[in-house]
């Protein structure tokens, strides 16, 4: 009978071991995870002399998306400049 209890504790312990485990790596894949977008989520780097002249010409460097739509609107207007011109 004492070898039974014996044998019922370690498988117990083993159960746990695993849940400690499976949290440690958890906490490990979501720590990965917060790097990760911590690097890659940043606004776009450029050097100061770029970003002042993309602002002289009224593009938004706040975001890519904001610098995609801002050349897009750019773009835009001056193909409707090109086009009256050209009337």
Same mark, same amino acid.
């Given at each position: 009978m004492e070898k039974k209890k014996m044998i019922?504790?370690?498988g117990n312990n083993k159960?746990?071991?695993s849940l400690i485990g499976l949290l440690l790596t958890a906490? *490990?894949?979501a720590?990965?995870?917060y790097i990760m977008m911590k690097?890659?989520?940043k606004g776009? %780097? *450029?050097d100061k002399k770029t970003k002042e002249i993309l602002e002289e010409e009224s593009i938004d460097t706040s %975001?890519?998306?904001g610098i995609l739509d801002s050349t897009k609107k750019k773009i835009e207007d001056i193909n409707k400049q090109a086009a009256?011109?050209?009337?």
């Open positions: 019922n504790s370690v159960g746990f071991g906490v *490990m894949i720590f990965l995870c690097v890659y989520v776009p %780097s *450029m %975001s890519s998306k009256e011109r050209n009337k």
